[in-house]
């Protein structure tokens, strides 16, 4: 709700605030996850049983 | 409209039960709303409660600042709530033995790569420095993105939208990327999650399991320990 207080910034520059929360948010979460998946576990098959 | 009315709502607005009221609703109403979409991610309840509010505020004519006020008792809890990750973490400690190397690895990649994605897309786009540095600390959790946001120069509020936002779109998406990816790891999924989407980001991990949720508890933790140091360092580089 916060963003109430930011209208001003947001209009002037929506481009760049949409572009850098969607494109960082995305690398973030894709290259934690491929290194999270891609090192090698002790027990890889542990987590399967509670797999979302 | 008597102007006795006026005051009564003044009053009303400006106690602490009408911003937990409003609040609490919102959410209530944003996961009714999820089962009626049989539990789509699109459908976030923090994002519903978002729009529900804020359409209230607008309609009631009550501004930000007093609904903040009225609110404060909530952003209190904030803090020990997300101290409260700490139980799933703890009941599921035994996972986490033996592969502190890859997660500070992970971890230390995904936070260095969301700060400086977030800081270089926002200049190349053509945003001021300001804007760049309250997207910077937008992965961890809300009050430490504030107070990282103040120190490099950033907006905090706009900082604490921002990493609000971020977590619903990490809420609304991994399902897609992970079902892309193939996938199909608890651990990873709950990590990837908390350190992408700081709490929202847990909390949706938890929703699906608890050893989901207590590697997200985890990534929170340790994300709030490592994105400083990465964001005042750019901030260091790229001074005002």
């Not at chain 1, 491929?34 to 090698?40: A, N």
């Not at chain 2, 977030?118 to 190349?124: E, N, Q, S, T």
């Not at chain 2, 050893?211 to 360092?233: D, E, S």
Request: aromatic fraction near 8%; glycine fraction near 10%; include cysteine.
């Amino acid at each position: 709700v916060g963003v109430m207080s930011n209208f001003d910034v947001l209009r002037a520059q929506w481009v760049p605030i949409l572009v850098g929360l969607v494109g960082s948010t995305l690398v973030c979460l894709v290259a934690t996850a491929c290194l999270m998946h891609k090192l090698p576990h002790p027990n890889p098959d542990e987590g399967r049983a509670n797999q979302p | 409209v008597k102007l006795n009315d006026f005051t009564v709502w003044n009053g009303l607005v400006r106690s602490p039960a009408f911003g937990i009221t409003v609040t609490v609703a919102s959410y209530l109403a944003g996961r009714a709303i999820q089962k009626v979409f049989r539990g789509s991610s699109l459908a976030n309840p923090v994002l519903i409660a978002i729009l529900l509010v804020a359409g209230f505020l607008n309609i009631t004519g009550t501004s930000y600042q007093t609904y903040y006020e009225s609110t404060q008792l909530l952003s209190f809890l904030l803090g020990p709530a997300t101290v409260a990750f700490a139980i799933p973490l703890i009941k599921n400690i035994e996972h986490v033995k033996g592969r502190l190397w890859r997660i500070l690895l992970a971890l230390t990649a995904g936070s260095l790569l969301s700060a400086v994605a977030g800081v270089g897309l926002v200049l190349m786009c053509g945003g001021s420095r300001a804007v760049a540095f309250s997207m910077a600390p937008k992965a961890v959790t809300t009050p430490i993105a504030i107070n990282i946001a103040q120190a490099a120069g950033g907006i905090p509020s706009l900082s604490a939208a921002l990493a609000i936002t971020g977590g619903i779109l990490v809420a609304i998406s991994i399902n897609w990327i992970f079902n892309l990816a193939g996938i199909r790891d608890a651990r990873t999924y709950g990590f990837a999650a908390g350190t992408a989407g700081s709490g929202i980001g847990a909390a949706h991990a938890l929703s699906f399991c608890e050893l989901a949720g207590a590697f997200g508890a985890l990534a929170v933790g340790i994300n709030g320990l490592v994105t400083p140091l990465i964001v005042l360092t750019l901030a260091h580089i790229w001074p005002v």
